[in-house]
């Protein structure tokens, strides 16, 4: 929700291109997610690792949207802190599916 407040105000040229592209790994991160939470106990690790890839380089255009000045400190340190919480999260999840599935 925080990044639509942003993504509206974005310069028109990044918000067609590069705002996008975050918007759709956004999305791919909350459809990974929904997806592997459905899954078996043994089926998940890898899902989890692709939602933890995306949200990596999620990270990393919002880093790209700031350096290039679309973006203010207030604005991409909101979002970063809230994605680093997802990353925690993940994180979490993945060792404890990992944990699960090892071999006793």
């Known amino acids: 929700m925080l990044w639509f407040t ?3 105000d974005l310069p028109k040229l990044h918000r067609h291109s590069l705002g996008q592209k975050i918007d ?3 999305i791919d991160v909350v459809e990974i997610v929904s997806f592997a939470s459905f899954l078996k106990q043994d089926e998940k690790a890898s899902y989890i690792r692709l939602a933890i890839r ?3 380089t999620l990270k990393i255009l919002l880093m ?3 350096e290039i000045k679309s973006l203010d400190n207030k604005k991409y340190i ?3 802190l809230k994605l680093d919480s997802i990353g925690k999260m993940l994180g979490g999840w993945y060792g404890n599916v ?3 599935n090892s071999p006793k």
């Open 6 to 8: 942003y993504y509206k």
């Open 24 to 26: 759709k790994y956004f």
């Open 54 to 56: 995306k949200l990596d």
């Open 64 to 66: 790209v949207l700031w």
């Open 78 to 80: 909101a979002l970063s």
């Open 98 to 100: 990992t944990k699960q």
